[in-house]
């Protein structure tokens, strides 16, 4: 038996069985079974010399070696791609702040969620060779950097006329309508009367060879989150060129722009400006579609840290002081503070992306929240800061998110220390704690924004709706946590109830939004958010209240879901999406078993919802080189970490064969319930 997953299964994330040809090989007709050629010398090798890395003996017997005076390694076996440092661990258990160590490089983890087993039990005890193999390769995707990761924009390439790369007239007016309709509200960084001069340069001149660098790299950067904002048939029919080609052009030649603009140190504000939408580019590709499409340009951890350099530069012009302490006009006080507080919005996304929380957030900082006014209420010359507006502005959306920024850097723990905004995670937080923050973030935003919205105005709509499911998704994260933290003999029942409640309501308020056609512009940047665990949740629950009242409630949703979001359907965007419809055929499976006990009693509710035969079909046609079945039969077994083989129709909770099963453990390890589905890839996506 090879000692290694093969290449198709490694590329499918699934598990293998390592034989010649494994059985999944054997299934899949077009794939060809071949394992990678290493050899155990070199094997050994490689291994030494990452034990040498890590400050370790290769020479020594001694599985519990120090790395350094303060920290040794845990017991995670020598073959496994995470380390845990023991001082971490035990300071941290379960959760909080944490080193780990990836593929030999050690990383610091804010929210330690993705590796919460390792923290709490240890490398499961029956966790396969396979899934290890699986996690390495997960963690090696994202963890590692791209060699040419932000090159393009340090090194200047002269054969690039940026003047001439500009779009003709007719499409940088349609790309401006565009920026005005489905972004701007997002990313109110700007005035409208500043972009007045670039707007009418871009659409009236063939020639923009009066702009400066940095004026070329900010409106490429417009032009680029533009794009991001479209579907395909917009841009086949706007400039009859597919999305792709587009969003590749034009950040090359934002990239190139930058370069030129020297961003490293560049004392230009517009810099700030277009830095802010690259990065929103970027980020909203890498959590968005989750297929790491830029990786070979830029990964998440050089995107982290590109964030610090902006962060730095913002720093050394001032936008962290505020402007009337610095003696300057209102115009300028309200740009900078605009700046400011997008680029602390922004670096806290991308951070929950890379699993730190920015220290600058508890830095003593000053700059003010933006006034809730139009732009229309001050100019260059205004003298006197415009009284604020009453009600729902064009600033409002970003507004209240900057808002809830700066009250959770208000919160103090009972002895006075800064709780920051990964308190969600913070285990030795209480619930009563969390509980009472929610609550005043929950009736500020009822205050300050929800009460004055008006449901018939698009942009109101989105505040509302987005807002809600903010805080419906800052509820779940802090039941899943105290979840996690119990072991599931202890949980009550009560518990489970409320987080189930919760998830489905998070999927509601996706179902909302994407059912509203008068917001359908605005949809590409909620889409981004969507609550991937809250859907495995219910589709797991769904499963095991396959026999009761509840179980019709869910399907519905479920099924109501797939209606308002059709994309789901579309496996090749996003890889999750086929991970999420293996849980619901094997789910609905065991609905129909359920169902069959009972056929009189049950007769009016057997009817399979067209969305799951549609999914069985995908499936097969994903496994099977298009070949359309009447039917999609789950595996019957599914191996578990020794090689034994349990029926797929157990219950998930509480049947003799299964007590020690639980949920929430089962996000880390193979789930013998479920073939081929990676608990650790969903759990990773926290």
Request: hydrophobic share 35%.
């Amino acid at each position: 038996m090879k000692s290694q997953a093969c290449t198709p299964c490694a590329k499918r994330k699934v598990r293998c069985d390592r034989g010649e040809p494994c059985s999944n090989c054997k299934r899949r007709k077009r794939d060809q079974c071949i394992y990678p050629d290493v050899s155990s010398v070199d094997r050994i090798k490689q291994l030494e010399a990452l034990v040498r890395k890590l400050g370790g003996n290769p020479e020594s017997s001694d599985e519990d070696y120090p790395i350094d005076e303060q920290a040794e390694t845990s017991s995670v076996p020598a073959h496994a791609s995470v380390r845990l440092h023991r001082d971490s661990r035990e300071h941290f258990p379960g959760a909080g702040p944490s080193l780990v160590e990836e593929d030999g490089e050690t990383v610091y983890l804010e929210s330690f969620a993705r590796h919460s087993w390792e923290s709490k039990h240890g490398m499961p005890p029956n966790r396969s060779s396979s899934s290890r193999e699986k996690d390495h390769f997960r963690l090696s995707t994202l963890a590692s950097p791209s060699s040419v990761a932000l090159e393009s924009m340090i090194y200047r390439d002269p054969s690039i006329d940026l003047s001439s790369r500009h779009p003709t007239s007719q499409h940088a007016a349609g790309l401006w309508s565009a920026f005005h309709r489905n972004v701007k509200p997002f990313f109110k960084i700007f005035f409208d009367w500043e972009l007045d001069r670039l707007h009418t340069a871009a659409t009236l001149h063939e020639v923009k060879q009066e702009f400066a660098p940095w004026e070329h790299a900010f409106v490429f950067a417009l032009y680029l989150i533009t794009v991001v904002s479209l579907s395909q048939e917009e841009c086949l029919a706007l400039f009859d060129r597919p999305r792709s080609s587009l969003l590749t052009e034009y950040q090359m030649l934002c990239e190139q722009a930058l370069a030129r603009s020297s961003f490293l140190g560049s004392s230009e504000i517009m810099v700030l400006q277009a830095l802010s939408l690259y990065i929103t580019r970027i980020l909203h590709e890498l959590i968005e579609t989750f297929k790491w499409a830029n990786i070979e340009r830029i990964s998440s951890r050089s995107l982290w840290s590109l964030m610090g350099v902006v962060l730095r530069n913002a720093e050394r012009l001032g936008l962290h002081r505020d402007g009337t302490c610095l003696g300057l006009s209102p115009a300028d006080t309200e740009r900078r503070r605009r700046i400011w507080w997008q680029l602390q919005q922004l670096d806290i996304a991308l951070g929950a992306k890379c699993g730190n929380m920015p220290m600058m957030l508890k830095a003593d900082w000053d700059a003010k929240l933006p006034l809730n006014i139009e732009d229309d209420d001050i100019t260059p010359s205004t003298k006197v800061f415009p009284k604020e507006r009453r009600g729902i502005t064009s600033m409002s959306y970003c507004l209240w998110t900057y808002w809830v920024v700066s009250v959770q850097r208000s919160f103090r723990r009972e002895d006075g220390g800064s709780v920051g905004v990964s308190w969600l995670t913070d285990r030795s937080l209480p619930r009563n704690s969390k509980e009472t923050i929610l609550e005043r973030l929950e009736n500020g935003l009822n205050n300050y924004f929800f009460q004055f919205c008006d449901p018939i105005k698009p942009l109101d709509s989105v505040i509302q709706l987005t807002g809600r499911a903010f805080i419906c998704g800052m509820r779940r994260m802090s039941m899943q946590t105290l979840a996690q933290n119990t072991e599931a003999p202890n949980r009550p029942e009560k518990l489970e109830k409320e987080f189930l409640d919760v998830c489905m309501k998070c999927l509601e308020y996706d179902i909302a939004m994407n059912s509203n056609r008068a917001i359908r512009h605005f949809m590409w940047r909620a889409n981004g958010f969507f609550q991937w665990s809250a859907l495995v949740y219910v589709v797991v629950e769904a499963r095991r209240h396959a026999d009761t009242p509840k179980a019709k409630e869910i399907w519905d949703l479920i099924s109501d879901l797939y209606a308002a979001i059709p994309k789901l359907m579309n496996f090749s965007e996003d890889r999750r999406r086929p991970h999420i419809a293996e849980l619901i055929v094997a789910a609905w499976s065991a609905r129909e078993a359920s169902l069959l006990e009972r056929p009189q009693q049950n007769a009016h509710l057997q009817q399979k919802p067209a969305f799951v035969a549609d999914l069985e079909a995908k499936l097969w046609s994903n496994d099977n080189c298009g070949q359309q079945p009447s039917s999609y039969e789950p595996q019957e077994t599914a191996a578990v970490g020794n090689g034994a083989s349990v029926p797929t129709s157990y219950d998930f909770y509480g049947q003799p064969e299964m007590t020690n099963v639980d949920f929430f453990e089962m996000m880390l390890t193979d789930d013998p319930l479920l073939p081929n589905v990676d608990w650790s890839f969903w759990e990773s996506l926290d």
